[in-house]
């Protein structure tokens, strides 16, 4: 079992950065995907990065070139820099960790963090 607790979620003008933490206790955190992925106005969770085991990367589209993730195992964390953020970027930003092992699936969510972009 991991446990997931975001933090960094504020409110920020347009323009600005935010820097969004997850903290993993729990499970082998460094056996898992972790990713982040938001809910905003539409109230559907889109995938936003994703890093692997290996520390591969994918961004969503919308995000490319503004959004990095990383990860840091030995401290069970997962990062979101933010930069260059748009009201487009407001929303509830929810850390995942995933992973399958011997044909099942474990999947975690934390609680979520608002960010809020708003002149």
């Known amino acids: 079992q991991v446990r997931l607790v975001e933090s960094g979620g504020d409110l920020v003008q347009p323009g600005g950065s935010l820097r969004l933490s997850c903290a993993a206790s729990?499970?082998?955190?460094?056996?898992?995907?972790v990713g982040w992925h938001r809910q905003g106005s539409r109230q559907e969770r889109d995938m936003v990065a994703i890093?692997?085991?290996?520390?591969?990367?994918n961004y969503a589209d919308f995000v490319k070139g503004r959004f990095t993730i990383s990860r840091d195992n030995a401290k069970n964390m997962v990062y979101l820099q933010m930069n260059s953020l748009t009201p487009e970027d407001t929303g509830v930003y929810y850390c995942?960790?995933?992973?399958?092992?011997?044909?099942?699936?474990?999947?975690?969510w934390g609680q979520g963090t608002q960010v809020t972009v708003s002149s």
């Open positions: 890093i692997t085991i290996d520390g591969r990367t």
């Open positions: 995942n960790a995933n992973k399958i092992r011997l044909g099942r699936l474990y999947d975690y």
């Open positions: 729990g499970s082998i955190f460094s056996g898992y995907e």
